[in-house]
T-cell receptor
Framework: ETGVTQSPTHLIKTRGQQVTLRCSSQ?????VSWYQQALGQGPQFIFQ???????GRGNFPPRFSGLQFPNYSSELNVNALELDDSALYLC?????????????FGPGTRLTVT | DAKTTQPTSMDCAEGRAANLPCNHS???????VYWYRQIHSQGPQYIIH???NNETNEMASLIITEDRKSSTLILPHATLRDTAVYYC???????????FGEGTQLTVNP
């Protein structure tokens, strides 16, 4: 158990719809990262939030957006869903400081777009 | 972040040591080597990381060569529950992203 939780566990949406996924970080962590994992592939970095500001973004279009709240929980929003958005979405929390810290992953949200 | 190369798959007998290699020949002096594993359909799990020296924790040992161009993750007594995809990742700081490759599918056989 990492202390990172995600909701919902599974979700089915229709192409063109919008979806919001949620992540609760481990206590004391100030950074959250989101990853997309397509079937049979390694996770791909979407973006990262540090103290409520976006702090890096991968090669994903603007319809992928996020928020980090003062309590360091986070949301991932995806607009205009496409079939290729079907994947496991993972969030990871960490503590950004002067050291090199590990990221702790949640169990993921399985999104299916039909 | 430097690119890593890992074998696609490996097998190991239960109770034996599993040695998983990783090449990172373009690693920079300030980049750490991280290992994560992912059991089917779960989130990746942090195992261990190191900069120059060998590291050991309750899960595994990490051996980094003197030139830092390669490393080996050692699971001293593999169990069936260690069957997973193991990812070797090189990254600079605590705030930076994790860049996952294809990883090594380790299968522990009874």
């Amino acid at each position: 158990e990492t202390g990172v939780t995600q909701s919902p566990t599974h979700l089915i949406k229709t192409r063109g719809q919008q979806v919001t996924l949620r992540c609760s970080s481990q206590s004391g962590h100030n950074t959250v990262s989101w990853y997309q994992q397509a079937l049979g592939q390694g996770p791909q970095f979407i973006f990262q939030y540090y103290r409520e500001e976006e702090n890096g973004r991968g090669n994903f279009p603007p319809r992928f957006s996020g928020l980090q709240f003062p309590n360091y929980s986070s949301e991932l929003n995806v607009n205009a869903l496409e079939l290729d958005d079907s994947a496991l979405y993972l969030c990871a929390s960490s503590l950004t400081d002067r050291g090199s810290r590990e990221q702790y992953f949640g169990p993921g949200t399985r999104l299916t777009v039909t | 972040d430097a690119k890593t190369t890992q074998p696609t798959s490996m097998d190991c007998a239960e109770g034996r040591a599993a040695n998983l290699p990783c090449n990172h020949s373009t690693i920079s002096g300030n980049e750490y080597v991280y290992w994560y594993r992912q059991i089917h359909s779960q989130g990746p799990q942090y195992i261990i990381h190191g900069l120059k020296n060998n590291e050991t924790n309750e899960m595994a040992s990490l051996i980094i060569t003197e030139d830092r161009k390669s490393s080996t993750l050692i699971l001293p007594h593999a169990t069936l529950r260690d069957t997973a995809v193991y990812y070797c990742i090189v990254r600079v700081t605590s705030g930076s992203r994790l860049t996952f490759g294809e990883g090594t599918q380790l299968t522990v056989n009874p």
